[in-house]
């Protein structure tokens, strides 16, 4: 319906028959409209990621990436939006060049993440059941915070692009507060365990989480580049991980 909707509205302001403040506000050509029902569907995978944080760290990770993928198609897409309509090979090879690398580094990590889910498993960072409530509890109200945050931003953001339109980048900056989040939930898991190996790996998927946030404001190449090397790390992370535990318990 989104979609539909979408092309609708755009072919209404093409042939001016909308009133001209709503106009000026919708962009000319259709495959925007592609874009739009991406955005939307990005707004709710980040809902999921939000409540998934609470469930698990490297459930959510997961779902970090999974957002990361869509906003490589996403970008796909945008780039079609350069392009004339009907569409015919451009003058310039750029905007395929662009559509290739983000369409393939989403393709990449798509796989890196099926590897790394067939992988993923709950180890709690403690078998104190008290200790377990009040580190679930914990994560819960800072997903109560991100939640607040993305309504806040999703406010703001629908008000700037209403009086200026050029708004800020949603993702990119969410992603920033997702970087300020996944260092609180490590200081937070520290109070419950000083492991080794749940220390590291906490503190890897922030890294992770960093290097996400810079590939988003990366220029083409480097964005998906950064991307994959991202995923390749979690991937490689997440595996020493399965394998340290069980290997730490042995020799203790």
């Keep these: 319906m989104i979609y539909l909707a979408s092309l609708v509205v755009?072919?209404?302001g093409r042939r001016k028959l909308l009133p001209p403040s709503i106009s000026a506000l919708i962009p000319r050509s259709h495959f925007y409209a592609i874009s739009f029902t991406f955005t939307f569907l990005l707004y709710i995978e980040v809902i999921d990621l939000?409540?998934?944080?609470a469930r698990s760290v490297s459930e959510a990770l997961g779902k970090q990436f999974e957002i990361f993928s869509l906003i490589l198609l996403r970008q796909s897409f945008?780039?079609?939006?350069h392009l004339p309509e009907p569409l015919h090979w451009p003058k310039t090879i750029d905007p395929i060049l662009y559509i290739?690398?983000?369409?393939?580094?989403?393709?990449?990590?798509?796989?890196?993440l099926v590897c790394y889910y067939r992988i993923l498993?709950?180890?709690?960072?403690t078998y104190?059941?008290?200790?377990?409530?009040?580190?679930?509890?914990?994560?819960k109200t800072i997903s109560l915070i991100l939640l607040i945050t993305f309504a806040a931003m999703g406010?703001?953001?629908?008000?700037?692009y209403i009086q200026s339109r050029y708004p800020f980048d949603f993702f990119t900056t969410f992603y920033t507060v997702l970087v300020f989040s996944d260092i609180l939930?490590?200081?937070?898991?520290l109070r419950y365990s000083h492991a080794f190996p749940v220390v590291f790996r906490n503190s890897g998927f922030a890294l992770a989480t960093v290097m996400l946030r810079l590939s988003l404001t990366a220029p083409p190449y480097y964005n998906a580049g950064l991307g994959i090397c991202a995923a390749l790390y979690v991937l490689a992370l997440k595996y020493a991980y399965n394998r340290f535990v069980p290997l730490r318990k042995a020799k203790g």
């Design 100 to 112: 290739l690398s983000n369409a393939g580094g989403a393709l990449i990590i798509f796989f890196i």
């Design 10 to 12: 755009i072919e209404l």
């Design 155 to 160: 406010i703001l953001f629908s008000i700037t």
């Design 78 to 81: 945008k780039e079609f939006a």
């Design 121 to 125: 498993y709950h180890q709690p960072i």
């Design 185 to 189: 939930i490590v200081l937070v898991s």
């Design 50 to 53: 939000v409540f998934g944080l």
């Design 128 to 139: 104190d059941q008290k200790e377990e409530f009040h580190f679930i509890s914990a994560k």
